[in-house]
């Protein structure tokens, strides 16, 4: 696998400014992959921040403060995954057969690969974007999803599976 | 080489491996790239307001203004910080987090009175956004909108009791209503904590008899890392003074299919973390006043020890013979019976003030057998070839005084070793992650501490242990920590001990909640 995308943190003592133009863009992206949706990456990375800033005196603290800004990312980005699809069937119960629009924000490349993003399940695609964006290892890769370096490498292993799947590679 | 093209080295990182590219990477790399690039080309504001102090009472007009200032510059979501911690600050509004689905303006704060109490912190004070109407709203919100203009669904919205601050209602407006000012203590107290984040009402899901006026909800509580740390159920009786359901409320809360699969992903989602379930399936009406919940297990393989996550309180533990270890349940598997098996249930309400357990007795384990409490008519069937686990439970709405239990271990009854390093007992549940040694307590305290130490084989206290995670934990000199936990109340904490080699053989980490009187109760720290 040939990763190119490079992203990295930004150092330990850096300050809050310097850490949120440094990474919020990586931010984004992860939060919104996991999304389906740039917007919404914004918003979550956003909120991520508010989160950092709140504690920025222990965060600071930390080897890498954007660790910790990227899981609270990724944890917001799994959770309001689940409270959209609640949201949205209490839509669809409450307004009968309303019809309902949801439109998301254009992303940039290939609308094709996009689409088999959104086919992942949300942790495989933060697996996915932080291997390939940030190079990130398994053992970061497991840290940042909160789980273990077994799961995370299955985890990233079945969603490149499923993305050569869907995009023509190998099944 | 495993032959596997993702996995090209068996069991290591494949990612290290070195492969040509195939097409449909570089379409991956490119399109990620592309979004990256977007992303950082855009022009990113950082901007901090630093509002005018408050004293009491409702939040001045020119506070109110400065966040709509800040909505709109940063756009759809705002938060107003403000850089004045030594001020008291009874109340303040601040923001909304519109919903992307709108086309919403920029939010207009219809209802002052709407606010929430300030977090403290060190450094600033933060208020969590709440959400406010909207010019535009959403299809969501008006489907909402919708439900509360219907009479028989306003419901009196109580004043938000003192230390409420964070609750965050999903879901519809309607939900608003339930709101609970017999939040569980220790549930409030956490609030006021550093680690809890917010708490978030699922949905309504369960209703006893609507004649009775008794409804449920499912609320979940998050640390800052929005982690999820509990999930529990509460009920609303209608005594209360500010509940008044009307009967098509009723309706709307009575458990059908849409519920149901709202209870499924509640729990789901309370466990999709670790990896040990593959599904849930939530049954309703199986038998008069039950729920059966299908558990599917993962595969093995995900179903290991070491995916042990202290910050869930509900634990299943299987003993040997199951070919499972251990399972993680929400707290609403109460009182869960087994037969001659292999399973042990446990769980606690919300106060830690009882405990439920029930030890196989019989093959694999071979455990003491425990009765569970006569009424909690309660079943577990167990299809050890396909790893099924069928859990019967009657809904606590039923019987809703619990049995008290008290000092109540899971032992290995040949070694007297504990289960999996898990001790439950009256007071606090701790469990120990195997590698990085975090380690999780509910405690009651007597006094309002808990503390922590490790010791060796010979109770030698470690005094170059270092406590990590939780500032709030005091290091004493001899070696232990401290935390205060509130007096008469129990809350969950976790912590990280980094154990240096200073001492040798195997070692215990103690927990003592009286401030060091009485016994030290131990649990083994894992390799």
């Known amino acids: 696998m040939k990763v190119r995308s490079v992203v990295s943190e930004a150092p330990v003592g850096r300050s809050f400014d310097d850490v949120f133009m440094h990474e919020f863009a990586s931010i984004s992206l992860i939060a919104g992959t996991i999304a389906g949706d740039r917007s919404i990456g914004d918003d979550l990375a956003q909120e991520a921040f508010r989160r950092a800033y709140q504690r920025w005196e222990k965060v600071s603290q930390f080897d890498r403060p954007g660790a910790w800004v990227r899981r609270v990312a990724i944890n917001l980005a799994l959770s309001r995954r689940r409270k959209t699809q609640r949201e949205r069937r209490a839509a669809v119960r409450l307004a009968g057969e309303r019809p309902l629009a949801w439109t998301d924000t254009p992303r940039s490349g290939d609308p094709e690969v996009w689409a088999a993003i959104d086919q992942l399940a949300p942790r495989q695609r933060a697996a996915i974007v932080l291997r390939y964006v940030e190079q990130r290892s398994i053992k970061e890769i497991a840290e940042l999803l909160s789980c273990s370096a077994s799961t995370a490498s299955s985890t990233l292993h079945d969603g490149r599976k499923r993305l050569a799947g869907l995009l023509g590679g190998v099944q | 080489m495993s032959g596997d093209p993702f996995d090209p080295f068996g069991a290591t990182d494949p990612f290290e491996s070195v492969h040509q590219e195939p097409q449909w990477e570089h379409r991956l790399n490119s399109t990620l790239e592309a979004e990256l690039g977007t992303l950082q080309r855009r022009p990113v504001q950082l901007e901090q307001r630093q509002a005018p102090p408050v004293s009491s009472g409702r939040p001045p007009t020119a506070l109110i203004a400065a966040a709509l200032i800040l909505i709109a510059a940063i756009g759809s979501t705002a938060y107003l910080i403000l850089d004045r911690p030594s001020d008291p600050i009874d109340s303040i509004v601040v923001a909304t987090e519109s919903e992307r689905e709108s086309d919403a303006q920029p939010a207009v704060i219809s209802d002052p009175a709407a606010v929430v109490t300030p977090v403290e912190t060190e450094s600033a004070e933060i208020v969590t956004a709440i959400e406010v109407p909207t010019t535009a709203p959403s299809p969501q919100a008006s489907a909402a909108a919708d439900i509360a203009n219907d009479p028989g669904c306003e419901l009196p919205i109580p004043e938000p009791p003192l230390g409420l601050a964070n609750v965050e209602f999903l879901g519809t407006p309607r939900y608003s209503a339930l709101t609970e000012p017999r939040l569980d203590a220790p549930i409030v107290e956490a609030l006021t904590r550093d680690f809890v984040a917010s708490i978030q009402v699922l949905d309504c899901a369960i209703i006893d008899d609507p004649t ?191 049995v008290e239990w008290s000092d109540l271990m899971v032992r290995n009854p040949d070694t007297g070793a504990i289960r999996g390093g898990v001790i439950l007992s009256s007071n606090y549940l701790v469990a120990d992650d195997p590698g990085t040694h975090r380690v999780g307590g509910l405690a009651t305290s007597i006094d309002g501490r808990l503390t922590v130490r490790v010791v060796d084989a010979n109770g030698t206290v470690d005094p170059s242990v270092a406590f990590v995670s939780f500032d709030s934990f005091s290091i004493d000199s001899d070696g232990s920590a401290t935390i205060s936990v509130g007096e008469s109340s129990s809350i969950w904490t976790e912590f990280l001990i980094d154990v240096t080699p200073s001492l040798a053989g195997p070692l215990w980490v103690e927990f003592n909640t009286c401030g060091g009187c009485g016994s030290w109760q131990r649990q083994p720290l894992s390799d």
């Open chain 2, 212 to 402: 009775s006026g008794r409804a449920g909800f499912w609320y979940q509580i998050v640390d800052p890392t929005d982690r999820l740390l509990w999930v529990n159920a509460n009920y609303l009786v209608s005594d209360r003074p500010f509940v008044s359901l009307h009967p098509s409320v009723w309706e709307q809360c009575v458990l059908g299919p849409d519920d149901t699969e709202t209870t499924r992903e509640a729990i789901v989602g309370a466990l999709e973390k670790a990896n040990y379930v593959r599904s849930l399936t939530a049954r309703t009406n199986v038998e008069p006043g039950c729920v059966a919940i299908d558990v599917e297990l993962g595969a093995t393989a995900d179903f290991v020890p070491q995916q042990f996550n202290a910050s869930r309180l509900d634990r299943i533990v299987f003993l040997p013979g199951t070919g499972f270890d251990r399972l993680i349940l929400p707290r609403w598997f109460d009182h869960v019976n087994v037969g001659e098996g292999a399973l042990v249930v446990a769980d606690t309400d919300a106060t830690a003030s009882r405990w439920f357990a029930a030890v196989t007795r019989g093959s694999g384990g071979g455990g003491e057998a425990v009765t569970v409490p006569a009424g909690y008519s309660s079943d577990v069937r167990i299809d050890e070839a396909t790893g099924r686990i069928t859990l019967f439970y009657v809904d606590s709405l039923i019987d809703p005084n619990p």
